[in-house]
Structures are given as C-alpha cells and as structure tokens.
C-alpha cells in the first residue's frame, strides 16, 4: 500500500515522540544505573573508570543493612495492618449504608490530599505529646496512614468487580452469611488483597517524607539512611543501591505479575 | 375487577399432582425501590411440579418476585408460602431454592464438581453420599467426567447445566430460573430449552422461570403469568394467553397482533358482535363491557387469522401489498388499509403461494378469520 508522504511523516513523528517520551521517563534510572559503576568517589557522569566496589560498600554499610530491615519490618507491619483495617473500611462502605458512610470515605481518603511531611509533623507532635517513645511502632503508625487508602481502594474496587449473584447463589444453596464470607467472597478477592498489600508495601518502603519526621538514628528506614549518608559522601553507593533496589523490585513485581496480573494493581480504576 | 377474576382463576386451575397445598403462594406481595413501586400486590399460587414462567417486558417486575420468592428482597408487604410454610421472613439460606442466574454465577475458583457440591457441603451430607449425588446430578445434565474442569474451561451451554446441576442436586423446592437462555446462541438455546423441560418433568420439580421471551414463554410454561409496570396482568396456561388475552398489553406483547378500528355492533350475553368497515366479527363481551353500543373499539387480530381475498369479496376488508417477506415457512405480507387500521396489517400466509400472488402494490381483499378474535376499549399505548 502506497503511503502520502503526509502521512507518512506522521507516522514517524509519531513513533519519534514516543521514543522521546519513553527516554524522558527512563532518563533518570538510566543515568543513575550506568554511574553505579563509576571507580571514582565522585558522582560524575559519564564514568571514567569501572568498577563494582559501590555494591560492595552499600551492602557492607551498616546504617543501610539496619536501615533495610528496619524497612522491611515497618513495611510488613504496615500494610498487613493496613490491609485488615482498610479492607474492612472497604466492605463497610461497599456493603452498607450508615450514618456516616461519607465522612468515613473522605477521611480514608484524606492521606491523597494531605502532604507527607504533614502527617509526619502531626504524629510527630502527638508523639512527644503523649510520651510515645520514638521507637518502631510509632513509624509503622504514620505508614499504616499513609498506605491505608490505597489498600482500601484496591478492595473496594476488587469488590465492585465481584459478581453479587455469586453470594446470593451460595446463599441458595443454603451458605451462612458467615460461610459465604470464606467459601466465595473472601477466597475471590484474594488477588486483589494482596495487590493491594503489594502496592501498599512499595509505598511504604520507600517512604521518605513522613519518615524522615517521626523515626530516630536506631528506627530509621533505607530512604532516610540514603538521606543521611549522601549528606556526608558522595560517592556512586546510592547510586548501586538504586540499581538493586530497581532490579528487586522488578524481579518481585514481574513474580506479582504472573501470579495477580499487574493491571490489578496499576490499573485500580478498571472495571 | 380483571385482577380478582385473574386472581380466583390462579387459585382454581392448579396443574400438578398436589392441588391441596400450592408449592408457591404469594398473598398481596409488595415491593417497594424508594418511590417506585416494583411489584404491586401479586396474587400468585403455583401448584407442585407446575412450570409458572413470569413473562413481560424489562422492568415489569418479574425479576423482583423472583427475589422476593429467593428471599434475596424483603418484601413491603403481604406474604410469601413455600410448600405450605410462610416464609416471607426467613432468610434465603434457609428457604432451600435452587436458583440459576443469567451468567450462571459459577464459582470462578471451584471445579464443577466442587460447585455441585457445594450446596450439600452446607448441608452436612457425608462424603460417600456427597459423591453419588454429585456423580448422579452430571449425569443428569450430559456432564459426566467434567468434574475436575474450571467454570472458564466449559462453554456458555455446559456452565448452564453446571449452574443447573448445582441448583438440582440439592432437591430444592423450588427451582428459580432467571433468564437462563439470554446468554446462549439462539441454536443452542432451543436444544437447552428441550432439555431443561424434559429435565423438569421428569424430576417433576415446582419451577419459576423468569424471561422477556414470549417465544420461550409460550413453549415451556404450564402456565404463564404476564406482568407489566409491577402488575401481573394474566395468568393462564399458554395457549389462553395467546388466543384469550386478558388485556390490550397481554395482546400485545405475546405474539403478534393487528389492531383494527372497530366498532360495537350488538352485545348479547358473553359474545358480542363488533364491525370492521363492511367486515363483522365475534368477539367476547367482557373485555369491553363498558363501551356502549355504536361505540369505537380497538380489535386484536393474529396475522395468522387474516387471509386474502379478491378485492370486493363479501365480507372482506380493502387493502394494497406494500412489502413482502418471504419466511421460508410462511410469507409476511404488509398491508396498507387505511381507515381499518392506524399502522401497517400484517398478514401471515402461509407456505409460498402469496409471493407470487400477492406482489408489491396488488389490491387485495382482507378477510378475517372467526377464531380468538378479541377487542378492548380504544386507547394509545398498549
């Protein structure tokens, strides 16, 4: 088929476009990745020399391994907790009707409008109000805020997307409220459960605002860590962190992936 | 007044075996949706192993009695009795119904044999006899060595024996059927639409099958109850419905019908005399009792029970052939007869002697058969 040259030079201005646009995205990582590798102490692009020491340094370091497990604690803590309460909130709201139904919803979606370091601020002042010790639980607190709406919207979207008919079938077949429960609807929104866990576990460990404000030397996560340490080097190691953060969380959302299907986790707005 | 008389015919022409006590019993059942009311006061009595299809247009009401009687609505008022027992309160779980939806609602995550069984896990039957009856309810609906597949492994028509065999083998009282055939290619529909009322005469199971289908209505029902805007206009056994409709909806609605302008000649106890230009007919008295002799009605004529004649024939109405289409079976004529009628006549003729004797634009006389001819006062709507 002959093309006019009209649209053919759409069709390549087109495709040059979304090559700009995808190298606009990916720009950042790509400069960061590549200068991981750099040999000298310097943040410099493009890399002189090569070298792999930085890896070695920022799993050595051990403001980053404690920082990582502390991470990793507040994050498991955080969105299991989220993920019990907010789906709870979810199926309150979806199923019933009550007084305050609203005001509820607004509330649970208020950490999307309210900022980070205003949450951290806030708990951070209740903290020292009440005598709260800056430990652990008071960080998983200010995470389970902040990730707790997006659990409640993975399950609220995943029990829109539920068949009512499949409830009102095992209530035929003669089902207690309470079996249906955990025959049919729980087993059914196992996927998008846990997508939602995923999701909110992301958030949360590479929250940085919030935690910057409420966690102390000994409770501070892998994002404030990296903070304070490019406060007194600056050499590539945040830079190899960055790499095997990127490579990690990839390998785990590809595994997600072909379990859950990411459109359930990316795409919440689908019905 | 026809909704009383509608109402005593329900409670006296019972089919089935046992006519002592209706499977089903709905006194003066009311359903409200905010304002609207969905179901207004149905009197309904189903006798055991009687098929009663709910027939009408969306938004009739026929899918909110059916979950009234599911219990999956509470109703507003009145009272729902299952085999005698009132039930109106008691919550579906309870009411042991079998139910099968339009998209059959499966569950996603159970093998079909899991599904089958699902309603006898809940009723604590032991694994051995769990088994056969599972066993026995595939072989019931032609799905033997299914059970280990997933609902998305089957096709539309083998989920729906699923759904049904799961909704059988739970021997419910009643089996509800919400528009089972809707999602099925119309050849597989008639095969299922067979077979489902085979099924059911043999197990000789009270049903309620819901469908916007008059086709199907007609076909599988022991009785039909029509409904519209909430109402239930009719009940009665299909052919009644057909050629006795009790109203200008019901005439409408259920088959095919030719309104012609009428007029009300002579009454003379349950028959009256109704002309049609030159043309007069029969028809029952009731359904214009209060039209006045000399008065305008509106007959309903099937197009099968119009036939055609020469032009001037005693007895026959003047028309001119404006489409023709052919059937296969039968021909459909389109007929302009102005002043006999509003719309277009259509008439059905059958075989295909009127494609050649009846051509586009052929002056024809009409002449109306002497069967299941009725009329209702004049109106707009149905």
Same mark, same amino acid.
């Given at each position: 088929?002959?093309?006019?040259?009209?649209?053919?030079?759409?069709?390549?201005?087109?495709?040059?476009?979304?090559?700009?646009?995808?190298?606009?995205?990916? $720009?950042?990582? *790509?400069?960061?990745?590549?200068?991981?590798?750099?040999?000298?102490?310097?943040?410099?692009?493009?890399?002189?020399?090569?070298?792999?020491?930085?890896?070695?340094?920022?799993?050595?370091?051990?403001?980053?391994?404690?920082?990582?497990?502390?991470?990793?604690?507040? !994050?498991?803590? @955080?969105?299991?907790?989220?993920?019990?309460?907010?789906?709870?909130?979810?199926?309150?709201?979806?199923?019933?009707?009550?007084?305050? %139904?609203?005001?509820?919803?607004?509330?649970?979606?208020?950490?999307?409008?309210?900022?980070?370091? !205003? *949450?951290?601020?806030?708990?951070?002042?209740?903290?020292?109000?009440?005598?709260?010790? %800056?430990? $652990?639980?008071?960080?998983?607190?200010?995470?389970?805020?902040?990730?707790?709406?997006?659990?409640?919207?993975?399950?609220?979207?995943?029990?829109?997307?539920?068949?009512?008919?499949?409830?009102?079938?095992?209530?035929?077949?003669?089902?207690?409220?309470?079996?249906?429960?955990?025959?049919?609807?729980?087993?059914?929104?196992?996927?998008?459960?846990?997508?939602?866990?995923?999701?909110? @576990?992301?958030?949360?460990?590479?929250?940085?605002?919030? !935690?910057?404000?409420?966690?102390?030397?000994?409770?501070?996560?892998?994002?404030?860590?990296?903070?304070?340490?490019? %406060?007194?080097?600056?050499?590539?190691?945040?830079?190899?962190?960055?790499?095997?953060?990127?490579?990690?969380?990839? !390998?785990?959302?590809? *595994?997600?992936?072909?379990?859950?299907?990411?459109?359930?986790?990316?795409?919440?707005?689908?019905? | 007044?026809?909704?009383?008389?509608?109402?005593?015919?329900?409670?006296?022409?019972?089919?089935?075996?046992?006519?002592?006590?209706?499977?089903?019993?709905?006194?003066?059942?009311?359903?409200?949706?905010?304002?609207?009311?969905?179901?207004?006061?149905?009197?309904?009595?189903?006798?055991?192993?009687?098929?009663?299809?709910?027939?009408?247009? &969306?938004?009739?009401?026929?899918?909110?009695?059916?979950?009234?009687?599911?219990?999956?609505?509470?109703?507003?008022?009145?009272?729902?009795?299952?085999?005698?027992?009132?039930?109106?309160?008691?919550?579906?779980?309870?009411? =042991?119904?079998?139910?099968?939806?339009?998209?059959?609602?499966?569950?996603?995550?159970?093998?079909?044999?899991?599904?089958?069984?699902?309603?006898?896990?809940?009723?604590?039957?032991?694994?051995?006899?769990?088994?056969?009856?599972?066993?026995?309810?595939?072989?019931?609906?032609?799905?033997?060595?299914?059970?280990?597949? #997933?609902?998305?492994?089957?096709?539309?028509?083998?989920?729906?024996?699923?759904?049904?065999?799961?909704?059988?083998?739970?021997?419910? #009282?009643?089996?509800?059927?919400?528009?089972?055939?809707?999602?099925?290619?119309?050849?597989?529909?008639?095969?299922?639409?067979?077979?489902?009322?085979?099924?059911?005469? =043999?197990?000789?199971?009270?049903?309620?099958?819901?469908?916007?289908?008059?086709? =199907?209505?007609?076909?599988?029902?022991?009785?039909?109850?029509?409904? &519209?805007?909430?109402?239930?206009?009719?009940?009665?056994?299909?052919?009644?419905?057909?050629?006795?409709?009790?109203?200008?909806?019901?005439?409408?609605?259920?088959?095919?019908?030719?309104?012609?302008?009428?007029?009300?000649?002579?009454?003379?106890?349950?028959?009256?005399?109704?002309?049609?230009?030159?043309?007069?007919?029969?028809?029952?008295?009731?359904?214009?009792?209060?039209?006045?002799?000399?008065? &305008?009605?509106?007959?309903?004529?099937?197009?099968?029970?119009?036939?055609?004649?020469?032009?001037?024939?005693?007895?026959?109405?003047?028309?001119?052939?404006?489409?023709?289409?052919?059937?296969?079976?039968?021909?459909?004529?389109?007929?302009?007869?102005?002043?006999?009628?509003?719309?277009?006549?259509?008439?059905?003729?059958?075989?295909?002697?009127?494609?050649?004797?009846?051509?586009?634009?052929?002056?024809?006389?009409?002449?109306?058969?002497?069967?299941?001819?009725?009329?209702?006062?004049?109106?707009?709507?149905?």
């Amino acid at each position: 088929m002959k093309r006019s040259p009209g649209a053919l030079l759409l069709r390549w201005s087109g495709r040059i476009l979304v090559a700009a646009v995808l190298l606009f995205v990916l $720009l950042p990582g *790509i400069v960061v990745a590549i200068s991981a590798f750099n040999d000298r102490a310097i943040l410099v692009f493009p890399p002189q020399s090569w070298s792999l020491r930085w890896f070695w340094r920022a799993f050595s370091y051990p403001d980053f391994a404690k920082g990582f497990w502390n991470g990793l604690t507040v !994050t498991v803590w @955080a969105s299991s907790i989220a993920l019990v309460v907010g789906s709870a909130f979810a199926f309150a709201i979806h199923r019933y009707k009550f007084a305050l %139904r609203n005001l509820l919803e607004g509330i649970l979606l208020s950490p999307l409008i309210i900022p980070h370091y !205003t *949450i951290g601020l806030g708990v951070l002042i209740l903290a020292s109000q009440t005598n709260v010790g %800056r430990g $652990l639980p008071l960080v998983i607190f200010a995470h389970v805020v902040m990730v707790l709406p997006f659990v409640m919207r993975s399950t609220y979207i995943s029990l829109e997307n539920l068949d009512i008919r499949l409830e009102l079938a095992a209530s035929s077949l003669g089902a207690t409220p309470l079996r249906i429960l955990f025959t049919v609807t729980i087993p059914l929104l196992i996927p998008g459960l846990l997508s939602g866990w995923l999701f909110a @576990a992301i958030l949360s460990f590479n929250e940085f605002t919030a !935690t910057l404000f409420v966690s102390s030397h000994a409770t501070q996560t892998l994002p404030v860590a990296m903070y304070n340490y490019v %406060r007194e080097f600056a050499d590539p190691t945040l830079a190899a962190l960055s790499v095997i953060y990127i490579v990690v969380t990839a !390998t785990l959302l590809t *595994i997600a992936n072909s379990f859950l299907g990411l459109g359930k986790i990316l795409n919440v707005d689908a019905h | 007044m026809l909704m009383r008389t509608n109402q005593m015919a329900a409670n006296t022409s019972v089919a089935g075996s046992d006519k002592a006590r209706p499977a089903v019993q709905l006194d003066g059942v009311t359903k409200r949706f905010g304002d609207s009311i969905a179901l207004h006061e149905a009197w309904l009595k189903i006798g055991s192993s009687e098929f009663m299809t709910l027939l009408g247009p &969306s938004g009739c009401g026929k899918t909110t009695l059916l979950n009234l009687v599911a219990g999956f609505l509470e109703a507003d008022g009145g009272e729902i009795f299952i085999e005698g027992a009132l039930v109106t309160e008691t919550p579906p779980h309870m009411r =042991e119904i079998g139910i099968v939806f339009q998209n059959y609602a499966l569950f996603p995550h159970m093998s079909v044999a899991k599904n089958v069984a699902y309603g006898l896990k809940t009723r604590g039957v032991d694994k051995k006899e769990m088994a056969r009856r599972v066993d026995d309810a595939l072989a019931l609906v032609k799905l033997t060595g299914f059970s280990d597949r #997933k609902p998305r492994q089957l096709s539309g028509g083998q989920q729906q024996r699923v759904a049904l065999a799961r909704a059988l083998v739970i021997k419910p #009282k009643v089996l509800l059927l919400d528009e089972p055939f809707s999602a099925l290619d119309k050849n597989l529909r008639g095969s299922m639409q067979v077979e489902l009322k085979q099924i059911q005469r =043999e197990l000789g199971v009270t049903t309620i099958f819901v469908t916007h289908d008059q086709g =199907e209505a007609l076909s599988m029902s022991d009785r039909i109850a029509v409904m &519209s805007a909430g109402r239930i206009r009719q009940i009665a056994a299909p052919d009644d419905i057909y050629r006795r409709p009790a109203d200008r909806f019901v005439a409408s609605f259920v088959g095919d019908a030719n309104v012609l302008n009428g007029r009300l000649v002579e009454r003379s106890g349950d028959a009256a005399v109704v002309s049609i230009g030159d043309v007069r007919a029969s028809v029952p008295a009731a359904s214009i009792a209060e039209v006045s002799i000399g008065g &305008s009605v509106d007959v309903f004529v099937r197009p099968e029970h119009l036939s055609v004649t020469s032009r001037g024939a005693s007895g026959s109405l003047p028309g001119t052939v404006t489409t023709q289409v052919f059937q296969g079976g039968h021909v459909d004529l389109y007929i302009d007869a102005p002043g006999s009628a509003r719309d277009h006549i259509l008439l059905r003729s059958p075989g295909i002697a009127a494609l050649s004797s009846c051509p586009v634009g052929a002056e024809i006389g009409l002449s109306i058969g002497s069967d299941d001819i009725v009329a209702f006062p004049p109106g707009e709507a149905p």
